[in-house]
């Protein structure tokens, strides 16, 4: 098992997600709730109805068995978001974690109309079993990627000798590992995936350059769409444009990235002025308050509230520190431009506030870990006893594990409870007035 875990450790670790993904599905009985319910609202619209209107996802009602229906029940009114003067469903949720999403959902939806049509008795609704599971694991397979690019960069600046134990003591000892296996379905993993395919890009671009005088113009074309696309999912890790700016030579290509950059902004300009006509009226841009700037726990709070401070979840990050302590440390001239980045999308995250959510503690931050990567994998590098090493990331990712335990247990609300569209039994639908029908 041990030899068969370092041969693939990859595949592994997506074997271990999957694996507490479908053990969570089990309990639960569902995978989509909270603000899960927005982004696959998306991807249900777009595949089943072929729609940009969201308003009938929302009407939904978010139980194992109505999601299995062959004619769900709905709301009479849109649940959770607010609503149009026409009284349409004004989802502001990001549409790019459903595009990432669509060939499995597509591919299962294929393969459900086929059983349906040799007879099975199957729902073919899109909120079934089979659709939120081929949603959430191609949720995790995303996750999945995006730690072998983490791990590519780790080689590609670091010492690779300690490139692959920090990668795994980073995707089980951060909120990695509950966003990346329990609760999968948002845009977090998403995130992750696209910001860190784009500082590959980058750091392999730049490599290959310097045997150049600058990367060619294609390559600047694919990471201002990429830039782009991963704007329009989570608008903070737009700061990870800095590391182009950064290590990339772009004076004759300028033009094309920022034409690439304006072309795949279009994934989340063009839905979001379907909905809102005025963006200032975007919830995004309404919660933004320059008041917020001069309070004090604006800015502590974020890295060290009690329940969900950054630092206080992940104390494998705090002594990560360490290690940019260390006397040969070699790659101070790389921290720069990280240190950076991750200092933009605190200064973001602290300001919007979505850190405040009742979630476990640090989503935010997902993909701007990077810089705490580099000081974990010198301090290794400095330790140099691999089974201390060993032993400190086993610690880490224990803790983590009993925190997440933790929140589970008595903080988090359950799937399915009685708010907002998660209603539990039928016979709460008929106390409500929610009518059978088909949309």
Not at 65 to 78: K, L
Not at 92 to 108: D, E, K, T
Not at 398 to 405: D, M, R, Y
Not at 407 to 431: P, Q, Y
Request: with cysteine; hydrophobic share 50%.
């Amino acid at each position: 098992m041990v030899a068969f875990f370092r041969t693939y450790p990859f595949f592994v670790i997506f074997s271990l997600f999957v694996l507490v993904f479908c053990a969570h599905y089990v309990i639960t009985g569902q995978a989509v709730y909270g603000d899960g319910i927005g982004y696959y609202a998306h991807l249900r619209a777009g595949i089943i109805r072929r729609s940009f209107d969201t308003t009938p996802e929302y009407k939904h009602t978010y139980t194992p068995e109505n999601n299995n229906a062959r004619v769900p029940m709905v709301a009479p009114t849109v649940q959770i978001v607010p609503v149009s003067n026409a009284g349409q469903a004004l989802n502001f949720y990001s549409v790019v974690p459903a595009l990432m999403w669509s060939s499995g959902y597509f591919f299962v939806h294929a393969v459900v109309l086929g059983i349906q049509w040799l007879g099975g008795n199957i729902s073919s609704s899109g909120f079934g079993d089979p659709y939120q599971l081929a949603t959430g694991i191609s949720s995790i397979l995303y996750v999945v990627l995006g730690l072998r690019f983490f791990e590519a960069i780790l080689v590609e600046l670091g010492d690779r000798r300690f490139a692959r134990i920090t990668t795994l003591a980073f995707a089980f000892s951060t909120p990695l590992l509950y966003y990346g296996a329990y609760d999968v379905i948002h845009s977090h993993t998403s995130s992750f995936f696209l910001v860190h395919m784009f500082i590959y890009i980058v750091i392999r671009s730049r490599k290959s350059a310097l045997h150049k005088s600058e990367a060619p113009r294609i390559t600047h074309v694919i990471l201002g769409l990429l830039l782009g696309v991963l704007i329009a999912n989570r608008p903070q890790d737009g700061a990870v444009g800095m590391l182009y700016v950064w290590f990339l030579n772009h004076r004759s290509h300028t033009f094309s990235f920022i034409f690439a950059l304006c072309a795949g902004l279009l994934v989340w300009i063009v839905p979001n002025l379907y909905l809102y006509p005025d963006l200032s009226t975007h919830p995004y841009i309404e919660s933004l308050s320059i008041t917020k700037v001069f309070q004090a726990s604006t800015w502590i709070a974020p890295l060290f509230h009690a329940y969900r401070g950054l630092f206080v979840i992940s104390p494998i990050l705090v002594f990560s520190l360490l290690g940019f302590f260390c006397r040969r440390c070699g790659q101070q001239k790389y921290v720069v431009p990280f240190f950076l980045f991750f200092l933009a999308e605190y200064a973001i995250i602290s300001i919007h506030g979505g850190w405040q959510a009742a979630a476990y503690g640090g989503r935010m931050f997902i993909s701007s870990l990077l810089f705490f990567a580099f000081g974990w994998q010198q301090l290794s590098v400095s330790i140099q006893q691999k089974s201390i090493v060993y032993i400190l990331t086993i610690l880490f990712c224990i803790g983590n594990v009993l925190s997440i335990g933790n929140f589970l247990i008595f903080e988090k609300g359950a799937e399915g409870g009685r708010v907002g569209i998660e209603l539990c039994r039928k016979e709460d639908l008929n106390l409500h007035g929610i009518a059978p029908t088909r949309f």
